[in-house]
């Protein structure tokens, strides 16, 4: 299976926020240089799954969760939506924090488990199983890490060809604890009065409706990939 397999990084509200004084130059430099790092590890995932990664927009900011008993986690990556023309494209978003504290083996789990959210949405979209309303499935961690593995497809089926990908991605709170993600991201970023928003369980949810859904987008090459877990998957 072949295809172009060129990334669409959306990097523009980074060098805003450096041309507005939000961040510094140097922050949006170091950001723009590991991009050369996540589109590496964006191939070696797209190329042992076989599916083209969906396109990234990375924010300027960093994103704490917040529930009703006051639990923080901060976000590291999610699915969300955009609108171009009649099209809804589901996109991986995540936060410039991650790229500047992140370590490879750890953008590797992020975006690979974001990669099988992205599934379980073309799995949907193929059952004609629309959706009231659509959760913005995440990547955090708070004392331990949330893995919402009710939305998104097994990792076996998808990484069959590498047992460390399965490894990691049924691992996550142990990457995430090796490499300390959270309290670097949290020394570094939050507590030096960087960006910083925080947002509720219920702002991580978009009504989408069935005409919406109806017009989510997602490659063909996708699609043709996608029917080869159907068999398989079960939700």
Do not use: C
Not at 179 to 194: F, V
Request: charged fraction near 25%; aromatic fraction near 12%; charge should be positive.
């Amino acid at each position: 299976m072949k295809w172009d397999r060129e990334f669409t990084i959306g990097f523009d509200g980074v060098l805003n926020a450096s041309i507005n004084g939000l961040i510094s130059k140097k922050m949006a430099s170091t950001g723009f240089e590991r991009v050369y790092d996540l589109v590496k590890i964006l191939d070696e995932i797209s190329g042992i799954s076989g599916i083209p990664y969906p396109p990234v927009i990375i924010l300027p900011e960093a994103r704490v969760l917040e529930d009703r008993e006051g639990v923080s986690a901060i976000i590291f990556a999610n699915i969300n939506y955009r609108v171009y023309g009649d099209r809804v494209n589901p996109v991986v978003e995540t936060y410039l924090p991650l790229l500047l504290y992140g370590k490879n083996p750890v953008l590797k789990a992020i975006f690979a488990h974001e990669l099988l959210h992205y599934i379980y949405l073309a799995i949907k979209y193929l059952r004609e199983e629309n959706l009231v309303s659509i959760d913005i499935y995440t990547s955090s961690l708070a004392g331990i890490v949330f893995i919402d593995e009710v939305y998104q497809i097994r990792p076996e089926l998808v990484f069959s060809k590498s047992p460390s990908y399965v490894r990691i991605l049924t691992n996550l709170d142990k990457i995430y604890s090796k490499y300390r993600l959270a309290s670097q991201i949290k020394r570094n970023w939050i507590d030096r009065g960087k960006p910083t928003k925080k947002v509720s369980s219920k702002d991580m949810r978009r009504p989408l409706g069935a005409a919406n859904m109806a017009r989510m987008y997602f490659p063909d090459v996708v699609l043709e990939r996608v029917r080869e877990f159907m068999d398989q998957y079960v939700g």
